[in-house]
């Protein structure tokens, strides 16, 4: 075994504890990555609180890092001691499901293995997260860093960006789109930042108005204050397709409206459930669909586009002894857009 060090939950509390932590020796395609930044997500609050059906004890979260591998096994040929890389929300699948075959190992119908509480297909334990100073993973779930990225704020694009970027992507988002971005957190950011990049006039949909200058400075056109139902009427119709990036859970309907005929809502916050009236999908024709995170084919090419065109998250960066004042904060919705551990002060 190798011994690293990591942060871990104890019961449903966001105090985390420093302890050691036991990553498997390397397997023949596996790599070791030292974790140089790992940011802190949404669902990793909700982990730690027990929602999403994860051991909650003991639990060693964090699933979208940067980092720089350490040593390979003796199969790996596409990576050497050295390289940038950087790792997302899985970290193995069957490989051979249809799912898997399509490159969205994501919804592998064998059960994707997680990057923290997921069960390693090999030996049945427990995988514990990036919140920690090592990793060991199968290189197939580990994609080289581009140059010219900056490795902090790099890391959100591997669970935020990414969940962005799949509906994106599948909506055919490019110039003359009109897409609008509920919620501007760590998620709706980066919706913004991408929507924009690929010519789309771009929209934030917010409770009020106090996000609009931020909303301005990531290149949207404009806020809807979605309390005012003055706005809100004026936006009937408008967009094609609208990232709901909301955690909380919420009526669906007054978003519905404001898509225009075919257009397409696309739940991505992960509210647990919510109830909707399928008449307002009749009306237009509507879709109304969701997805997360995403599989190695665009995964891939997020961080390609994100090179080439500079995009990155904006975050905070705090060493990883403040982990509990970013998952509190995070609680609070008081951090701009994400925040991001620097794991250098677990050496
Ligand atoms: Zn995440
Ligand atoms: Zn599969």
């Known amino acids: ?12 509390s966001t105090d985390l504890r420093q302890v050691a932590i036991e990553r498997r020796e390397l397997r023949d395609d596996d790599l070791a990555v030292r974790v140089d930044y790992c940011g802190v997500c949404h669902s990793d609050l909700h982990a730690i609180h027990g929602l999403v059906g994860k051991p909650t004890d003991g639990l060693v979260p964090g699933h979208e890092f ?32 249809a799912m898997c075959r399509a490159g969205q190992e994501n919804f592998c119908y064998q059960g994707a293995v997680t990057t923290y509480g997921g069960t390693d297909r090999v030996d049945g334990t427990v995988t514990r997260g990036g919140y920690s100073r090592e990793y060991v993973l199968r290189d197939k ?12 704020a790099a890391a959100p694009l591997m669970c935020a960006g990414i969940t962005m970027w799949e509906p994106l992507r599948e909506a055919g988002v490019g110039p003359g789109s009109k897409v609008a971005v509920a919620g501007l957190g760590g998620l709706g950011h980066l919706g913004v930042k991408l929507a924009v990049a690929l010519g789309a006039e771009v929209t934030v ?35 094609d397709l609208i990232l709901d990036t909301i955690a909380a859970v919420h009526d669906f309907t007054p978003l519905l409206r404001l898509l225009g005929l075919q257009g397409t ?16 999908l009749t009306f237009g024709r509507k879709n109304l669909t969701s997805s997360g995170t995403g599989g190695t084919r665009h995964t891939a090419e997020l961080l390609s586009f994100c090179a080439e065109r500079g995009i990155t998250a904006d975050i905070e960066l705090l060493p990883s ?27």
């Open 1 to 12: 075994m190798r011994t690293t060090t990591g942060w871990q939950s104890t019961g449903n």
């Open 66 to 97: 940067t980092g720089t591998v350490t040593a390979v096994g003796s199969a790996v040929t596409g990576f050497a001691p050295g390289d940038p890389v950087a790792v997302g929300t899985i970290v193995d699948s069957c490989g051979e499901c």
């Open 141 to 152: 779930f580990a994609y080289r860093l581009p140059a010219g990225l900056d490795p902090a």
């Open 205 to 239: 949909l917010s409770r009020t108005a106090e996000k609009e200058a931020g909303a301005l400075a990531l290149g949207a056109t404009d806020l809807v204050v979605t309390g005012d139902d003055e706005q809100m009427k004026r936006a009937f119709g408008r967009f």
């Open 265 to 280: 809502l696309s739940v991505l916050g992960a509210p647990l459930e919510t109830s909707v009236r399928i008449m307002e």
């Open 321 to 347: 002894a403040r982990v509990g004042e970013a998952l509190s904060r995070l609680e609070k919705g008081d951090v701009r857009y994400r925040f991001v551990l620097d794991l250098a002060d677990l050496d």
